[in-house]
């Protein structure tokens, strides 16, 4: 791979994700955006290396005071506060999914692969809530996955 590639795969899979987290879907208290998206995409197309090095500086980016984050949000508090479970299981979810997929994968894998992935964004994010927001965590699991997986008012 030529040294141009090793630095422009990573950032444009940093910019997809930047880009598709500013799209939300209200369906509850929590809000459900489209970075998943743009990780599960990324994890299956982009090859490990590439893969979390695009959420890595996708991070970085937020980080360092760019709006990036879900709703504009930036700042390393982000990585530190309630959501921070979330953000850093990510970097596990494109790492893990782009290990069990390659262009050779049907589709059953490939949706199992960022079922397994995004499965553990959800984990984190709770476990996030629950130690990083000082929820209980019944609440943390009410609060952070039951919204996603039965969309209704809590």
Do not use: C
């Not at 950032?11 to 799209?23: D, K, N, P, R, S």
């Not at 970075?35 to 995409?41: E, M, R, S």
């Not at 197309?45 to 959420?55: D, I």
């Not at 069990?100 to 960022?114: E, H, K, M, P």
């Amino acid at each position: 791979m030529k040294k141009a590639h090793v630095y422009a795969i990573p950032a444009i899979g940093a910019a997809l994700i930047a880009v598709l987290a500013q799209i939300s879907l209200p369906i509850g208290p929590v809000p459900f955006t489209l970075q998943n998206f743009a990780i599960g995409l990324i994890a299956t197309v982009f090859r490990p290396r590439e893969a979390v090095l695009s959420v890595g500086l996708y991070l970085l980016l937020g980080a360092i005071g760019l709006p990036v984050f879900a709703g504009g949000g930036a700042g390393f508090q982000a990585l530190v506060g309630p959501t921070a479970g979330y953000l850093w299981f990510y970097l596990v979810y494109s790492g893990l999914t782009s290990s069990l997929t390659n262009s050779d994968s049907g589709f059953v894998r490939i949706f199992l692969a960022n079922l397994l992935g995004d499965t553990l964004v959800f984990v984190g994010g709770i476990i996030g809530l629950h130690f990083l927001a000082g929820m209980a965590f019944e609440k943390a699991l009410v609060m952070g996955g039951l919204p996603f997986i039965l969309p209704r008012p809590w």
